[in-house]
């Protein structure tokens, strides 16, 4: 069965960094598109950056030049680097792997999600 875990949620001051981590046990990062997606109260989830099975990343223009999705396939592991972070930048983050379309925009959602985690900017 596939879990994902993530972790490294907190809060922060504008302008702070944070990294978030997704462990996967029972699945094979190598293998498929992964994400990371967001829900801020009351709005809807949108897609916040992607990475494939051979590495290439695509972000939301919202995040593109703060944000850094990254893998480390030995470890199973997802990453996302956020720097500069605003407070619009709060939300739950969720991890998601195994995309029906590897984009950020995608509406199709993916085959698996973590249980998130909270990021809370304040200005």
């Known amino acids: 069965q596939v879990q994902l875990v993530e972790s490294g949620g907190g809060s922060v001051q504008a302008g702070g960094s944070l990294r978030l981590s997704c462990a996967a046990s029972?699945?094979?990062?190598?293998?498929?598109?992964m994400g990371w997606f967001r829900q801020a109260p009351g709005k809807e989830r949108e897609g916040v950056a992607v990475i494939d099975r051979d590495g290439n990343t695509s972000y939301a223009s919202s995040v593109k030049g703060r944000f850094t999705i990254s893998k480390d396939n030995a470890k199973n592991t997802l990453y996302l680097q956020m720097n500069s972070l605003k407070p619009e930048d709060t939300a739950m983050y969720y991890c998601a792997a195994d995309l029906v379309l590897c984009s950020p925009y995608t509406t199709y959602g993916a085959n698996y999600w973590g249980q998130g985690t909270q990021v809370t900017v304040s200005s």
């Open positions: 029972g699945y094979t990062y190598s293998s498929y598109c």
